[in-house]
């Protein structure tokens, strides 16, 4: 029997439009092992210590509150308290720092941190009579798909998922998860959204409904994409021309932009000029579109010969090339005619 | 204006036109020598790569959001169906007991004995208001007596003795256990009924931190 500092406390309903002084509060503990029960009446607002504990079984500790004339009853609380009680956390790691929500992309990896708490072990001499539910925890992992165009389920009434992964622990432990990449399914895995969803349930006992000790999702963003227009590679140009750049699926946390080089297409140019008019910064909730027109890009080629157009788009999980062109520039001015010197 | 003069000014004009289309260096002078590391854009088949083996036998199974916030009551029907029933009303599971001006509720089997001149006050008619045990004691002390009892004597662990039984009923008072001044239901053996299995006691030292459930 574990004789802890139960704090009990209790509160009349502020709905209850009655005096609250015509209200009496009980509180009733229903030890589960042996059927005990334990009366202890309370003031509006109070604690006690409960002197009988409370056993592996479990015990029930139910507030009452009873109109003292019409014995209107209200069961205003009830909570279930055991000496061996289960807790878990879950927490999600990705390489977003975004902190309102875990969020990632469709091809990073990401990491699910499970800590268990709380769990009856093989070697206590309660094991074998002790509750299912003071021995493991489920562990459920399902998947989610946003409505093809949607970033959420706001006008999903209770979606479906699918299951991709449960069982159960029996360990006080942490246990950390990794995925290498996200676990939705579609045709194209570079365009899917949605959500991951991690939940550690403990077992249902007593007529009490499982409960959830932990749940945690992670949302999946899409890959970007990004398109270049304007200029032909196979032309010369004296003056690059403006280009149309068009992007979809930015990622909510990202800084896309142009870059132009000497030279033809290279992982590491020597040297290179950031557009600074290109700079399309995203600071949101989802991935955004958008659609602009560059009209510098030739201020920033100072040499002639070949160069190379490249859109960059730079995310928490590093630097993605979207698009890239190529675009010749011959500024050299040819003059027809010649110098007549007459005496 | 002689041959060299007029030379010399068509340089000039050369000169001035060639710089007029000159561009400027603004992207020259702010060029940036700095690495970045770029990727380039995965695609489907390399994403599926790097996916987690699917369970086969979870194919198809799906789950809706609901669910994993609100999960389904236990399969232990009768347990569920007790603990509806307990949550329906604490005044039709406990023992009413009346005074002059006011009523009170105590657990039932706190109430050891029971003379027979106050068996009307007993699950009778209610007069006056409900009142705490501690209010209805304090008013009808004269005719209860208290028995505080301990955790084993209320679980039948050391159950009470008929002897003593008989003593409480030779006092003419009516006896309620109590423990640590609260009413407290007391298990009194019964021939041919095994006492329930209590759990055995845990050590402080392997206490488990509580929490809500």
Known sequence: MKKSVLILASALPVTLSADPADYVNFIRQVQQDSGVEWDVTVPPSGHAISPTGVSVDGAFFELWSIHNTSVSEFLLDEQYVTAYTPNANIRIVTGDPYRAIRRTRVDQPF??????????????PNYATAPDASKWVDYTHSAFHYPEGAYSFQKVDNPVGSLMAEGFMEKTAKTTVTFMATNLSGSD???????????????ADFGVSATVLDSEKVQIWPVATGTIRGTDPSEYYEQVPPIMVNLENLYPHSTTYIRVYEGPQTSSPAKYNVVNTSYVIIEDSIPQNRSLVIREVDQFVSEEGLHTIELLHRTPFGTDLLASTQVHVDRTIEINGGVINQE | MNGLERIVLLLGIGAGFLGAVEPTPHGGENGSAKHIDVRPLPNHEEILKLQRPRDPGLRGRTVRL?????????????????????RESLVKRSTIISGVRGWTIVPRGSVLSTPTRFKARMNGARKGKLVTWGDFYAKNSSWIRLLPVTIEQATGQKPLTEDFMESLKRTGLLVVAVCEGGPISVRLPV????????????????WKVPSRR
């Open chain 1, 189 to 203: 895995l570079t365009k899917v959204t949605g959500e991951e969803v991690f939940t550690i349930s403990a077992q």
């Open chain 1, 111 to 124: 990491q699910v941190q499970i800590t268990v708490t709380g769990l009856i072990d093989e070697n206590d």
């Open chain 2, 191 to 206: 021939e041919g009924e095994e006492l329930p299995r209590i759990s055995e006691p845990v050590k402080a030292a392997d």
């Open chain 2, 66 to 86: 609901s669910d994993l916030q609100k999960p389904n009551l236990g399969d232990n029907a009768e347990k569920s169906a007790e603990a509806a029933k307990r």
